[in-house]
């Protein structure tokens, strides 16, 4: 007969010579509560560091997340923000030259400059909704 003793689990087996086997469970002899303080303490520690290493990973992967995101949205305000002014600049200084000829000058001014804004107003708009969906509050899943 051959006597098996895992003492993690308190758990003691014995199989005989034609092959069954049978078990019989004794108490624990190691109780988490009978391990000195100073261990205790170290293995709490040990458990804190390793909480603070995930949370330290999870908002490491959080924050890469939301920075693609995050490029996107300043992407779209750049590009707005930059056509804005380069669509003004043209636009002003090339066909109000045409307009002003037909309708005036005021006239070709008020269409050109109207005609930019809406373009980077709708620009803005698609931006600042991009933006609004970004998950950066915790709560916000």
């Not at 669509?87 to 000058?105: F, K, N, Q, R």
Request: net charge negative; charged share 20%; aromatic share 4%.
């Amino acid at each position: 007969m051959i006597v098996l003793n895992d003492k993690t689990t308190g758990i003691e087996a014995e199989q005989s010579c034609d092959g069954a086997e049978t078990a019989q469970t004794e108490p624990l002899t190691s109780n988490p509560d009978d391990r000195p303080l100073k261990l205790q303490v170290s293995d709490l520690v040990d458990d804190v560091r390793k909480l603070a290493e995930a949370e330290i990973e999870y908002y490491r992967v959080k924050l890469s997340v939301n920075m693609a995101a995050t490029k996107t949205v300043l992407v779209l305000f750049s590009v707005a923000i930059i056509l804005g002014i380069t669509t003004m600049v043209a636009l002003i200084l090339g066909i109000l030259l045409i307009l002003s000829h037909y309708w005036g000058p005021v006239a070709a001014t008020g269409l050109l400059t109207g005609g930019a804004l809406l373009l980077t107003t709708i620009l803005m708009t698609m931006a600042i909704k991009r933006a609004r969906k970004l998950p950066l509050d915790e709560n916000d899943q």
